[in-house]
């Protein structure tokens, strides 16, 4: 069940992250705000394809206050297609540019799965996060690459992939099995000597509603791995097939989970609408000061 994070040690999280060759404090929860340069992501495909449409939302969350801008160029919804490793290159390495040369202080993640991707990005422009929603299940190589280029990895759960993964999510325990792999995938990593690890429970990604809620409420659970915790649920389906709604009308619904999970101890939130997870920050932050 969800209870506050506490000082205990056995539930301190790692505290930096070392990024561009610098340590990030991490004593404070982060946001990552979603810049998707993709046709057809859920719901915000096609609004930032051009350069210059790009630029200019990475610059609305900046100053609303992300501190991560996540650029995406491949689509990973559910029954999303494949794109090739050139397109979504060709789409994502000039914005990735483009966001290195305007927002110098901004940390840069790079979401995807292929690791042919996330290495050529980083030889053009420098360290980024890569943010990882298989897992390493889609490329056997990622893991090695992760650990010669020496950067922060997002090990994300998944259940099969972008275009089964919602077909029939099937879990005997769906925390425990999620904790299982992570802690296993999490092992090889350090055997290879990669220390920058942020976790992702994986929510939407080969779970049903119900899989989503039980391994939510059970949040605090994965405080046992000493990591930080990237949770992102913003405007997916857990939120609107609950209150039947639309992604557009989920904002609400998206903030009362993200101020749930900071109580719970996440570390980083994913989100598309940045104020308001800024502002949940500043709420669950400021109770923590008042509670000692």
């Known amino acids: 069940m969800l209870t506050p994070a506490t000082d205990k040690p056995y539930f301190r999280k790692k505290s930096t992250i070392r990024y ?14 979603i810049l998707n340069v993709t046709p057809d992501s859920f719901y915000d ?20 206050g992300a501190s991560i801008i996540d650029i995406g160029a491949s689509s990973t919804r559910p029954g999303a297609a494949e ?27 790079i979401d995807t799965y292929n ?21 390493g299940k889609l490329d056997p190589e990622m893991f090695e690459i992760v650990a010669k280029l020496k950067v922060p990895y997002i090990l994300t759960h998944i259940q099969g992939t972008p275009k089964t993964m919602q077909q029939n999510p099937n879990y005997e325990n769906v925390t425990k099995e999620v904790l299982k792999e992570l802690s296993e995938s999490i092992f090889k990593l350090h055997e290879l000597g990669v ?13 049903t509603l119900e ?9 605090d659970a994965f405080r046992m791995f000493e990591l930080p915790i990237l949770v992102g ?18 904002l609400n619904g998206t903030t009362i989970l993200n101020t749930l999970a900071l109580i719970a101890g996440a570390t980083f939130l994913r989100v598309h609408d940045v104020k308001p997870a800024v502002e949940a920050i500043k709420i669950v932050e400021q109770l ?3 509670s000692l």
């Open 211 to 219: 899989h989503n809620y039980e391994l939510f409420g059970n949040l």
């Open 45 to 64: 495909g096609g609004k930032h394809m051009t350069i210059e449409k790009a630029i200019k939302r990475a610059f609305e969350m900046v100053s609303e």
């Open 233 to 250: 649920i913003s405007r997916k389906t857990m939120i609107y097939k609950l209150l039947n709604t639309t992604p557009e009308e989920s």
């Open 83 to 109: 794109v090739s490793p050139e397109e979504e290159l060709a789409r994502l390495l000039p914005v990735a540019k483009e966001i290195r040369k305007n927002f110098q202080d901004i940390i840069i993640s």
């Open 195 to 207: 220390s920058d690890v942020i976790i992702d429970p994986g929510f939407g990604f080969g779970k």
């Open 288 to 290: 923590k000061k008042c």
């Open 115 to 135: 690791s042919g991707v996330a290495r050529s990005v980083i030889e053009e422009i420098g360290d980024c996060i890569i943010n990882d929603i298989s897992g």
């Open 20 to 33: 561009n060759g610098e340590l990030v404090n991490l004593s404070c929860p982060m946001v990552m705000g």
